[in-house]
């Protein structure tokens, strides 16, 4: 099972802060995604990435989140402005050559205050 | 109606139960069926996948998928203390992105 790591593990942030959120996949893949699952609530399709650019994005993902590969490896969700209704965990997951096979980091938790 | 449903629980049983746990789904666009194992505040962990209908087995596990009545189902035999978790189920579309539908998950505990 390919591993994916996920920094930090816990962000705490002040509403209209911006922050970016990391995704480090063991090995290259060329799908990449990030869902988010709010306390209690369902995991929840943002977005995902592939080739180097968005290849579909849920209607939760406005201009408010951005993604990028800014370096060929690491993998990157970039909250502007943050709300506090942002607070939830976020999974970057990654996607091998078979299609039922998206596989999930450990998450990042964000707290917004 | 939400696209997948399924019930969130709690579900408790003892140690060396049959469990069964089950999604419904509305759109009939879901080809692929997923089931992920989420130990608390980890990342989902996938179980199982099938494509389309039918039945597929991996250890003390099975999936069970019946897309005329769209509903699927997941067997744990001999459950076990360390199968306490919630279990999610996924699907995707077969011709729209690879975009996840996921359930709200059941909460599973088995007792020793």
């Known amino acids: 099972e390919p591993e994916v790591t996920q920094t930090p593990s816990h962000q705490v942030t002040q509403m209209g802060q911006e922050v970016i959120l990391r995704c480090v996949p063991i090995s290259n893949h060329l799908y990449f995604y990030w869902y988010r699952q709010i306390l209690g609530q369902k995991v929840e399709f943002l977005v995902s990435f592939y080739n180097n650019e968005i290849s579909e994005k849920s209607e939760i993902f406005d201009d408010q989140f951005s993604v990028e590969r800014p370096d060929g490896s690491n993998f990157t969700l970039k909250i502007r402005s943050t709300k506090l209704e942002d607070s939830a965990m976020y999974f970057c997951a990654i996607q091998t050559s078979g299609v039922y096979e998206q596989y999930f980091g450990p998450g990042t938790r964000l707290t917004v205050t | 109606q939400k696209e997948v449903e399924q019930d969130p629980g709690p579900l408790s049983v003892p140690e060396g139960a049959i469990v069964s746990l089950n999604c419904t789904y509305s759109n009939s666009a879901f080809q692929y069926f997923m089931w992920y194992r989420q130990y608390s505040r980890k990342g989902p962990e996938l179980l199982m996948y099938?494509?389309?209908?039918g039945n597929k087995e991996d250890g003390r596990f099975t999936a069970q998928v019946d897309k005329s009545s769209k509903y699927i189902s997941l067997f744990i035999r001999d459950s076990q203390p360390s199968d306490s978790a919630t279990y999610l189920c996924a699907m995707k579309k077969e011709d729209t992105g690879n975009q996840f539908y996921f359930g709200t998950g059941t909460s599973l505990t088995v007792i020793p």
């Open positions: 099938t494509y389309s209908s």
